[in-house]
Every structure is written in C-alpha cells, then in structure tokens.
C-alpha cells in the first residue's frame, strides 16, 4: 500500500514538473504510476488529496533554503545578498515545477491550499530581510515591497532565464533596488533639511 501510493505520487510529481499540473489527468497518472484508475482512486479520492501528497513529496526532497543563518548577518545589504543567492540557487534547481505550478494556479482550484507553506516561508523572509534597514514610514512599506519583489521566483526567472544575466549579476541588480528603495525620497530628504 505504502510502496504503490508514493509511486503514485512520485508520478505526479513528475508529470507536474514536465507538463505541468492543468495538463496532468488523473489517468495519466496511473498509467505512469503503472496502476489502474481504480487504485489511484482508493489512494487519492481527488485531485486535492492527491495535490497535497505531492507537495510534501517535492517539499522534503526540495527544502527551502534555511533562513536562520540569514538573521545572523548584521549588515542588511549582505544578508539580503545572501538571501538571494539561497534563493535564486534554489529556484534554478527548482524552476520547472515552480515554472508550470505558478503558470497552473488560476487553473486549478486544488492548487492554491498547497502554495500556502512557501507564501508563509517568503512572508517570513520578508520579515527577516526587513530587520536592519533606517527606514520608516511609507519608506517602510516601500522597502517592504521591494524585498517582496526581490524574492519573487518570476523576478528571479525574467532576469536570470528571460535577460540571460548570471545569479551574481540578478543579486546585485536587487540590491541595489532594495537599498534605493530604503532610502528616503528626495522630496523627505528636502523637508527634513528644512526642518518641517
């Protein structure tokens, strides 16, 4: 039972990473998994139980890069750096279920409960990225959004697989927008040497 649900799952989780999970029917499923219709169904009633096995199964053999050694960079510039560069390494590793997974999301309903732990994962980045900038403010909720942008696997893709510029290249590149929008605005900047 145990051996022939993972070969199951193991068949969706190839079929999602190739063709995607709007292209994978439960019957192709069981013909890669080498079962009938019926078993895959004794094992996964639908498309959700069946969504939710596979998302652990690319999760534990695909961790997240660990964000606890990012909190122990001082400086926020280089633990941003940082960050990206676990990040980005980790979505080239991963890119062609990520690619066909967000491309599926609107498309298929059982999708949405089984991105829930990597929003929570980049939420949690986010809040770890914010720490040390002197933003405050409306800059705050700039430099927010701009670290969200930062870590986005589709920023990541349309620099590094659309503009073919390195990993190295597409960390400075964020960088350097995160410190821009960290800073104050020039019109915050007049009003403070003007003392208003």
């Known amino acids: ?98 690619a066909n997974v967000l491309r599926d999301v609107e498309l298929v309903e059982a999708l949405g409960p089984t991105l829930v732990p990597m929003q929570a994962y980049l939420a949690e980045a986010v809040e770890i990225l914010t720490s040390g900038w002197s933003a405050g403010g409306r800059r705050r909720r700039v430099l927010a959004a701009a670290l969200r942008h930062a870590i986005d696997f589709h920023t990541w893709r349309s620099l590094t697989t659309d503009d073919h510029i390195a990993r190295t290249e597409a960390v400075e590149l964020l960088v350097a927008l995160v410190t821009a929008a960290a800073r104050p605005s020039r019109r915050a900047t007049v009003a403070q040497a003007a003392g208003l």
């Open 1 to 98: 039972m145990t051996a022939t649900r993972r070969r199951i799952t193991e068949a969706a989780v190839e079929l999602h990473g190739t063709v995607g999970p709007a292209r994978t029917t439960m019957s192709a499923v069981a013909e890669r998994a080498g079962v009938q219709r019926h078993t895959l169904y004794r094992h996964f009633p639908g498309e959700a139980e069946l969504f939710g096995a596979c998302s652990g199964h690319f999760f534990a053999a695909n961790p997240l890069p660990d964000p606890e050694p990012w909190r122990e960079i001082g400086d926020p510039r280089q633990r941003l750096a940082a960050a990206l560069d676990d990040l980005y390494a980790y979505y080239k590793r991963t890119e062609p279920m990520f």
